[in-house]
Each structure stands twice: as structure tokens, then as C-alpha cells.
């Protein structure tokens, strides 16, 4: 079974940290982006990493507080969220794409991903 979950998310505080988890079950992950989306507002993608973990991105939104890694043993990509706002309160999604492709221009494209996990929930609120 093709499966992707995410898993990290909670209640932070601003200015704290969270690290989310994205692990594939039934396949190999190549490029994932992670996308989120907030109450009311459309899914944005915030970050991409490609398979080798050389090629990464992110929006303008996250740049400098958050951070992407994967551990390719463990079929595992990781979102470090550091310097955390309440404006970053949203669901979380990762999405995999079986492609070789690079984080270019169409990183954040959503139809470019065919696997999607079912989300998490990170909430930032003192």
C-alpha cells in the first residue's frame, strides 16, 4: 500500500520549534514538498527537497526559519520549524513525485505531486 504520514505537529508557543515528519510506506521518495495550508486560505507550498537532498527550496513566508533534510535509509524527510509565528498556524501536508526533478519552478506546483499524506496539525498560540 502507497502511503505518505506526516507526524510532528501540536501546540507551540511563538518562538518555539517543532520538527514534522514525512515517512513513505510502499515506495521510494524522490522529490517531496511540503505544503500547508491555513484556515480559509488556499494550500501554499513552503518547501521542496529533491531526492538526493542537494537541490531544496522555500517560500519567501518560511526562508531562514525553517529547514529541510532527508534521511533516505529511513525513507524520511524532515521539516525543522524554528522562530515559529502564529501566522505558520496551518495543516501540514507532505506530498511525494515519483520524478527525478530538482526544486526549480515547479517545486510548489501541487499537480506535479502524486502522493499526499493526510496532514498535521501545527498550531502557534501563547
Known amino acids: 500500500q502507497l502511503q505518505l504520514v506526516e507526524s510532528g505537529g501540536g501546540l507551540v508557543q511563538p518562538g518555539g520549534s517543532l520538527r514534522l515528519s514525512c515517512v513513505a510506506s510502499?515506495?521510494?521518495?524522490?522529490?517531496i514538498g511540503w505544503f500547508r495550508q491555513a484556515p480559509g486560505k488556499e494550500r501554499e507550498g513552503i518547501s521542496c527537497?529533491?531526492?538526493?537532498?542537494?537541490?531544496?527550496k522555500f517560500a519567501e513566508a518560511v526562508k531562514g526559519r525553517f529547514t529541510i533534510s532527508r534521511d533516505n535509509a529511513k525513507n524520511t524527510v524532515y521539516l525543522q520549524m524554528n522562530s515559529l509565528k502564529p501566522e505558520d498556524t496551518a495543516i501540514y501536508y507532505c506530498?511525494?513525485?515519483?520524478?527525478?526533478?530538482?526544486?526549480?519552478?515547479?517545486?510548489?506546483?501541487?499537480?506535479?505531486?502524486?502522493?499526499w499524506g493526510q496532514g498535521t496539525l501545527v498550531t502557534v498560540s501563547s
Open positions: 506530498a511525494a513525485d515519483r520524478s527525478g526533478k530538482i526544486c526549480g519552478v515547479s517545486a510548489f506546483r501541487q499537480n506535479e505531486y502524486e502522493y
Open positions: 510502499g515506495f521510494t521518495l524522490n522529490r
Open positions: 527537497i529533491s531526492s538526493s537532498g542537494g537541490s531544496t
